[in-house]
């Protein structure tokens, strides 16, 4: 059974300071995806990372994909009330060349930045 | 432009009641995946099906828990005899192919509370 470890589950800050969200597993994943979720709604994709080591920006979100595939981080550079929410991360199974699509999901990280 | 369409978006059970939660998938996609959340969890994942076919049901308990996806309409995630602990949400993500990588679209969820 593939186990993602998400950290930490609770960040509380202020408006302008960094953070980073960090996703573990001892398994391998053909691809890591960041969701974000917003009360009563479905998770929103925001990132696929695939290639060991590949770093994606989005505006001030920065997603990093360890050199095994087994790890990867969501940095946010001076978060924003707006960033608030919770942030999933997802690995897709298939280390072994086959893949169907099935997630398997980090616990979350309820981010909360303060004005 | 619709994108996965989940409904009822509530729904309202008895102990011992069925309840049936549906997904159209998004235009063009064939393939659906049905996910559970409990409060301030990650999903986790319960079934993959293309249509008229069940790819995975790994996830899925094996008792009172069944889905579906005809050739025509929505696929059904369908409880039987529901208990206390059937109440979450529950996501459906479609993707228009299961090769690796592909993103996943997710619906807005049912919430399923068991009186």
Redesign the interface.
């Known amino acids: 059974t593939q186990l993602?470890e998400?950290s930490p589950q609770f960040l509380s800050i202020q408006e302008g300071e960094n953070l980073t969200v960090y996703c573990n597993s001892s398994s391998v994943f053909?691809?890591l995806?960041w969701?974000r979720q917003e009360p009563?709604?479905?998770?929103?994709?925001l990132v696929?990372v695939?290639t060991g080591g590949e770093v994606k920006k989005l505006k001030r979100l920065t997603f990093q994909f360890g050199d095994a595939r087994k790890d990867s981080s969501l940095h946010i550079t001076a978060a924003q009330p707006g960033d608030t929410g919770?942030y999933?991360c997802?690995g897709?199974s298939?280390a072994g060349g086959t893949?169907?699509?099935?997630?398997?999901?980090?616990?979350?990280t309820?981010l909360t930045v303060h004005p | 432009n619709a994108g996965?369409m989940?409904n009822p978006r509530h729904l309202v059970r008895r102990r011992g009641q069925e309840a049936r939660l549906r997904c159209s998938p998004m235009k063009g996609h064939s393939?659906v995946?049905w996910?559970r959340q409990l409060p301030?969890?990650?999903?986790?994942?319960m079934v993959?099906l293309q249509k008229e076919n069940i790819?995975?049901e790994s996830g899925m308990p094996k008792e009172r828990f069944s889905a579906e996806f005809p050739k025509e309409g929505p696929s059904i995630l369908r409880i039987q005899q529901v208990v206390r602990g059937d109440s979450a949400a529950y996501?459906c993500?479609s993707?228009p192919s299961?090769?690796?990588?592909?993103?996943?679209?997710?619906?807005?969820?049912t919430r399923l509370s068991i009186l």
């Open positions: 993602l998400q053909s691809s995806q969701y009563g709604e479905g998770p929103v994709l696929t695939v919770l999933l997802a897709e298939g893949s169907y699509g099935k997630l398997t999901f980090g616990q979350g309820i | 996965v989940q393939h995946y996910y301030e969890e990650g999903l986790k994942f993959y790819i995975d996501f993500a993707s299961a090769g690796p990588n592909q993103p996943q679209h997710f619906g807005d969820g």
